[in-house]
């Protein structure tokens, strides 16, 4: 059973432009989690999506980030027009349901660099 | 509004001793989950030990425990006879609770970085 998988796991992009970043959740895991860990800090929370619905997207910048979760295919975290603030590391986790759960499954990770 | 406090940004602890990582939170709602990982330099999150408000005993995991002061709204992470493989940093997450009741979406601690020495 495979477990949360995100690619790229590294990217480095020029500001201005667009980074994509891709996570596929457990089998059988219907709901995603985004978090974002800027160097030194701890993870925050950015949007929670479940398939083709975005359920809370509090922890989400107002402008250039977006995220989807389609009915077939992984979730992407998409950030237009990046800027030198937008390099972190990126997580997903994903969840079987809405109900509580003991393990939040997550992702190695994708370390986006902006130079 | 929900927190999670780790006060101590790094810890040193000789091979095979045992070491305490604090972890303390704040929360209004009578029942949460509190999670503790590890993050080594690879980066990834590795999940360690799951402790619930209503849990009657303290939770183990192999070499980790979490000594649970609820009247404190501590969450300490105890890890015996340490190993040189367990130099990371440790995060203390907290399941936020929502309007609509419980979510999975976690508050985190800045984390302790523990280094373990030979």
């Known amino acids: 059973n495979a477990g949360v998988m995100q690619n790229p796991r590294h990217l480095v992009r020029r500001r201005g432009q667009e980074a994509r970043l891709r996570c596929s959740p457990m089998k059988g895991h219907s709901h995603v989690y985004w978090y974002r860990q800027l160097p030194e800090e701890g993870l925050k929370f950015m949007v929670y999506l479940q398939k083709e619905n975005i359920i809370d997207e509090s922890g989400m910048p107002k402008e250039r980030f977006s995220a989807e979760f389609p009915k077939e295919g992984p979730s992407i975290l998409r950030i237009q027009q990046v800027v030198r603030g937008d390099s972190a590391a990126y997580f997903c986790?994903?969840?079987?349901?809405?109900?509580?759960?003991?393990?939040?499954?997550f992702g190695q990770g994708t370390r986006l660099t902006v130079v | 509004a929900q927190k999670i406090t780790q006060t101590q940004p790094g810890m040193f602890v000789q091979e095979k001793e045992a070491v305490t990582l604090d972890c303390t939170y704040d929360?209004?709602?009578?029942?949460?989950?509190l999670f503790w990982y590890k993050q080594p330099s690879s980066g990834e999150m590795i999940f360690l030990i799951y402790q619930g408000s209503y849990d009657q005993q303290n939770a183990t995991e192999g070499r980790y425990s979490l000594n649970f002061q609820k009247a404190r709204k501590s969450a300490n992470l105890v890890i015996s006879a340490s190993q040189l493989g367990d130099s990371a940093m440790y995060f203390c997450?907290?399941?936020?609770?929502?309007?609509?009741?419980?979510?999975?979406?976690?508050?985190f601690g800045t984390g302790t970085l523990l280094a373990v020495q030979p």
């Open positions: 997450a907290m399941r936020e609770t929502g309007y609509g009741g419980a979510t999975n979406k976690l508050i």
């Open positions: 929360t209004s709602d009578p029942s949460y989950g």
């Open positions: 986790a994903s969840h079987k349901g809405s109900a509580e759960n003991t393990e939040a499954f």
